[in-house]
């Protein structure tokens, strides 16, 4: 207990109590009451929590039960004498000033002992993470057996080790090739997650006693006979998620593989990658035999890189081809209206080798082009970094040139103005010689500026307003005005009918419903609230389970998800009263999961407490 309490000082209550809607209370009523760390959740504490409104006995048992699971942890892990005598230096292999400490010393250590490490708070967190989680390399294994059925592991025997075809193995079980593929797919997310659970790249450190390198005949004796398929997995380098991919394939290394690790991690990888950069990694690894270009394009598209056109970026839609034009080839303000988009979408698919609705454009009208001048400001509102000049005309920050410093001094002065909102009209006529001088020469300018550089600082908000910045909390609303909107129309309305009716901007309208944990979009021009979805308790259930079910690495592609649930029986119904489609299923998955964020193409997974 009192190793608990000591360490209980350095843990997070946010790192250990996860908020599911009710634990969320909690966490907001400890950040209240100042209290950070889980040696703070005292009786005192919860004696003052239980008086809040909502909360009784069974709430404040919960939070005893999540403290108890820690203590338990600590206390199992003792038992596990392969990882108690290992050195964490060697595990904690970037944190270079730990020397000598086992595990087991870890576990009891006194106040004095900690204080000594000089270690920040966060590294004591990722030891405790570590020595917590870690399972030797015998229950890792145990797991997987646990975990897989013997057909589920003949399957993976059949396809790693013996080389049968999916079409040989579906004859053998009488399914089809395709239904073969999916199980094939299923079971080895299934392994890799029950790897990263289990930090096998850690066990295995410990097992080979952290040699810099492990042969594969070390690799099948220390899995054993039964467990041959698993080194033939991990050696086709199946798992290749950036972070767990060099995490663990660091530590199991055939051919001599360090050298490949040292330049792989040199290297710099950003948004936008171009032909040139993707040539400099293939060059970077051409003198190994064992790495094909294929596997090169393998590490670059698990990175998150889709190639567009010329270039590769990451995720995927509209959105990134659009950055990528304005941060590689616009150098001049540009005006997007229904008289240039043409030749805007044109420019983009000529000079990126794209296909931008490439559709509309072969069957333009006077309607498509206001249809899909709207279209890429909404789009270019949601990317970080492009602003606007003048009314309907953008260009990327890094291409304007104005004296950031003495904007920045400029703070105190705009805020003295009024301490609610900024008016950046207002401003810029106050303060528009001075503006001028370090290189700004328009209200827009000024407006997307001060959000760029000020909104965190200041809790900044648009409202709504394009032109006016709220500084903290809103008075007014536009997502509940929005919401009470189409709950009073009763019926799924079309984006154009709600601008003319409540005179947003596209801008106006698309933050609204970013912003709302109401609003569905249907497809892309028609919104509606969650309550017009007919979906039966069932039905959200088993969405639910499959959107878990296809997470992978904390993304999830919707138009895959889109083809298992149109394969799902279960989704018959669901299918045949709502019209299945990227915005509509992204939508769901946004308000059953707020976690994650993205267009209509892919999600990723944000932490909500940090």
């Given at each position: 207990m009192s190793t608990y309490k000591l360490w209980c000082n350095y843990l997070r209550i946010d790192r250990f109590i996860y908020p599911d809607e009710k634990k969320l209370k909690f966490l907001n009523f400890c950040e209240e009451n100042n209290a950070i760390y889980l040696s703070e959740i005292d009786e005192e504490l919860l004696s003052k929590y239980s008086k809040v409104p909502g909360v009784g006995p069974g709430r404040i048992a919960d939070i005893k039960n999540d403290l108890s699971e820690i203590i338990e942890r600590f206390s199992k892990q003792k038992t596990y004498k392969k990882i108690v005598d290992c050195h964490l230096d060697k595990i904690i292999f970037n944190i270079k000033h730990i020397e000598g400490i086992t595990i087991g010393e870890f576990l009891s250590y006194t106040q004095d002992d900690i204080d000594s490490l000089n270690l920040s708070n966060n590294d004591l967190e990722r030891i405790y993470e570590i020595c917590t989680t870690t399972l030797p390399l015998e229950e890792t294994l145990k797991k997987i057996k646990a975990t897989l059925s013997s057909e589920d592991i003949q399957l993976l025997v059949d396809r790693l080790e013996n080389n049968k075809t999916l079409e040989e193995i579906g004859n053998l079980r009488n399914i089809s090739r395709e239904r073969t593929r999916q199980i094939e797919i299923k079971l080895k997310q299934t392994i890799a997650n029950v790897f990263k659970n289990t930090n096998l790249n850690i066990a295995l450190k410990i097992e080979a006693d952290f040699k810099d390198e492990i042969s594969l005949n070390e690799m099948f004796h220390l899995f054993g006979k039964d467990y041959r398929f698993l080194v033939s997995f991990l050696k086709r380098n199946e798992i290749f998620s950036r972070p767990f991919y060099i995490d663990f394939l660091d530590l199991f290394l055939?051919?001599?593989?360090?050298?490949?690790?040292?330049?792989?991690?040199?290297?710099?990888?950003?948004?936008?990658?171009?032909?040139?950069?993707?040539?400099?990694?293939?060059?970077?690894?051409?003198?190994?035999?064992?790495?094909?270009?294929?596997?090169?394009?393998?590490?670059?598209?698990?990175?998150?890189?889709?190639?567009?056109?010329?270039?590769?970026?990451?995720?995927?839609?509209?959105?990134?081809?659009?950055?990528?034009?304005?941060?590689?080839?616009?150098?001049?303000?540009?005006?997007?209206?229904?008289?240039?988009?043409?030749?805007?979408?044109?420019?983009?698919?000529?000079?990126?080798?794209?296909?931008?609705?490439?559709?509309?454009?072969?069957?333009?009208?006077?309607?498509?082009?206001?249809?899909?001048?709207?279209?890429?400001?909404?789009?270019?509102?949601?990317?970080?970094?492009?602003?606007?000049?003048?009314?309907?005309?953008?260009?990327?920050?890094?291409?304007?040139?104005?004296?950031?410093?003495?904007?920045?001094?400029?703070?105190?002065?705009?805020?003295?103005?009024?301490?609610?909102?900024?008016?950046?009209?207002?401003?810029?006529?106050?303060?528009?010689?001075?503006?001028?001088?370090?290189?700004?020469?328009?209200?827009?300018?000024?407006?997307?500026?001060?959000?760029?550089?000020?909104?965190?600082?200041?809790?900044?908000?648009?409202?709504?307003?394009?032109?006016?910045?709220?500084?903290?909390?809103?008075?007014?609303?536009?997502?509940?005005?929005?919401?009470?909107?189409?709950?009073?129309?009763?019926?799924?309305?079309?984006?154009?009918?709600?601008?003319?009716?409540?005179?947003?901007?596209?801008?106006?309208?698309?933050?609204?419903?970013?912003?709302?944990?109401?609003?569905?979009?249907?497809?892309?021009?028609?919104?509606?609230?969650?309550?017009?979805?007919?979906?039966?308790?069932?039905?959200?259930?088993?969405?639910?389970?499959?959107?878990?079910?296809?997470?992978?690495?904390?993304?999830?592609?919707?138009?895959?998800?889109?083809?298992?649930?149109?394969?799902?029986?279960?989704?018959?119904?669901?299918?045949k009263k709502n019209e299945i489609n990227k915005y509509f299923i992204a939508s769901l998955v946004r308000y059953y999961f707020p976690e994650f964020k993205g267009g209509c193409n892919l999600l990723s997974k944000k932490n909500i407490i940090k």
């Open positions: 055939f051919d001599r593989r360090e050298r490949f690790f040292k330049i792989f991690y040199s290297l710099e990888f950003t948004n936008i990658l171009t032909t040139e950069n993707v040539k400099t990694i293939r060059s970077s690894f051409k003198s190994f035999k064992w790495i094909t270009q294929d596997e090169i394009e393998k590490i670059i598209t698990k990175l998150g890189y889709e190639k567009h056109g010329k270039y590769y970026v990451q995720n995927s839609g509209y959105k990134d081809i659009l950055e990528l034009y304005f941060v590689k080839l616009v150098s001049h303000p540009l005006r997007v209206d229904e008289n240039t988009i043409k030749l805007i979408i044109e420019d983009i698919n000529s000079k990126l080798d794209y296909n931008l609705y490439a559709e509309e454009i072969k069957n333009i009208t006077e309607n498509t082009t206001v249809y899909l001048a709207r279209r890429l400001e909404g789009l270019l509102s949601r990317i970080d970094g492009i602003i606007m000049t003048d009314s309907r005309t953008y260009i990327h920050i890094n291409k304007i040139k104005y004296n950031v410093e003495e904007f920045l001094n400029l703070k105190d002065t705009i805020l003295s103005f009024n301490e609610n909102y900024i008016d950046s009209i207002a401003v810029y006529k106050n303060l528009e010689n001075i503006l001028n001088n370090i290189g700004i020469y328009s209200d827009h300018v000024f407006y997307s500026l001060f959000k760029h550089h000020f909104a965190a600082e200041l809790n900044l908000s648009t409202n709504g307003n394009s032109r006016v910045l709220t500084i903290g909390e809103q008075g007014f609303n536009r997502v509940e005005e929005l919401e009470k909107f189409i709950e009073g129309e009763a019926k799924i309305l079309e984006k154009s009918y709600i601008q003319e009716k409540l005179n947003y901007s596209n801008v106006s309208l698309n933050n609204a419903i970013d912003n709302s944990n109401k609003i569905i979009s249907f497809d892309r021009s028609f919104i509606g609230l969650i309550n017009f979805v007919n979906m039966n308790n069932s039905e959200i259930d088993l969405f639910k389970s499959m959107v878990i079910w296809n997470e992978n690495d904390g993304n999830i592609s919707i138009p895959e998800l889109i083809s298992k649930i149109n394969l799902n029986k279960g989704f018959k119904n669901f299918i």
